[in-house]
């Protein structure tokens, strides 16, 4: 047991079983599946950052791992997931038993790179999206605790600001001469095309085809998005004037909150600004969505909003139409590489059942307390920006790839992430959790963040026991390609061997 807790220390990986069952009927006797328990981007005190690009397979793009058989002479390589013979390219001419690079070291088993040509840091976007329908106590404490965090956001970072009620407000935090917003009606959704419109960005030249960033200037961007250290004032200047949503609330209705269309401008403007850049949106929500798209309750107090009742018998008459647009949501933000937040603070229901799916496909996490005045939430906040032993390593905008040998198929993932549709001879014609992929999107991860990957065994028949010692090794790559908190793109590589057992014993050890 223990070398089974040095490894899973060494590598972050958990099995459900450590000697595998060697064909597929043993396999399907097991009431446990084949799968494993990763952690991509875990802390270790040795991690081991390589200053170049990986070595790859030319047939099936593995990374050079200390499993490789080596041909010193021939200067070759033989992966172990394809058998493909590779050359070392003339930067690796010098390789021997005596010289082997860092990647070769079977203590290395886990090891990241950071490419030279990918050197330049890659800012973090905040973008803060605050609910004003809620009474003037709630927006006291939840100003609070803005002001608190404000300095401590990363200083590679930039952030930007919408409020919204009744109507989404969309603040030009840097335009310094007086307070400008860009008002949008709560009850209609924004499409990309006509924020950009109505924010003016091509007033004076023609809208490019295509092009980084839509085309947008570096003081197009600036306007909406300002630096962590120039944003300190103008944040400040907002969350000081900023007072509930003035729109009278009738009696017998609720207050008038457009979250989905606030969503949906804040998803938009980063998708124009920043795409394929690590951004979040941290959303601050006091009750239930009333208005617009997303809505899940009327604002007549004469429907009662849905119970884990009305759920569970398909009679909620909003839900379905919410989940479709949260969906579409989902799906713009992990094509964006953006993750959803909630800060969830109220009594009342806010929407989380309608809204989990987009913060489960990218990552994101949700707070639930009963006021934005508790110590969870304000605990929580802060620590999403600390940075050291406290904070939580925030990380984003990652890839996740699995390579294995040929009598494993990889049958889905578990987890926050969302399928990038890469078909390989990999996927399993079962399907569990997001599968029939062999590459899956994490918009946002942490040093805690877990997959829970589920391996199908393929093999029919048991080997010879002549062969059988020299086949019974089979082996696991996983590849996480993502934005480090220092702005870095990395990749980090985690190469497992574990071996076979045939014969009815084998489905009995763990």
Known sequence: MAEFMELEAQDGVRMTWNVVPGTKEEAGNCVVPVSAIYTPIKPFPNMLVLPYAPLRCRNCSSVL???????FAAKIWICPFCFHRSHFPAHYASVSEENLPAELFPQYTTIE?????????????FMFVIDTSIIEEEMAFLKSALSQVIGLFPDNSLVGLITFGTLVHLHEIGFSTAPKTYVFKGSKDVSKGQLLEQMGFFLNKPKPLTGVRDGLSSESIARFLLPASECEFAINSVLEELQKDPWPIPADQRASRSTGTALSVAASLLG??????????MAFLGGPSTEGPGAIVSKNLSEPIRSHKDLDKDSAPHYHKAIKFYETLAKQLVHQGHVLDLFACAVDQVGVAELKVVVERTGGFVVLAESFGHSVFKDTLRRVFQSGDKGLGLSSNGIFEVNCSKDLKVQGVLGPCASLEKR?????????GQGNTSAWKMCGLDQATSLCLVFDIVRK???DATVQSSSSQFYFQFLTFYQHNSGEMRLRVTTLSRRWVAGPGSIQVG
């Open 461 to 463: 028949d048991i080997p």
């Open 272 to 281: 124009a600004c920043f795409p394929g850049s690590g951004a979040r949106i």
């Open 424 to 432: 390989s001879p990999l996927c399993s014609d079962t399907i569990i």
């Open 65 to 71: 791992n200390p499993f490789c058989v080596m041909d």
């Open 113 to 125: 790179y950071k490419s030279p040509r990918e050197a330049a840091c890659l800012q973090s976007v």
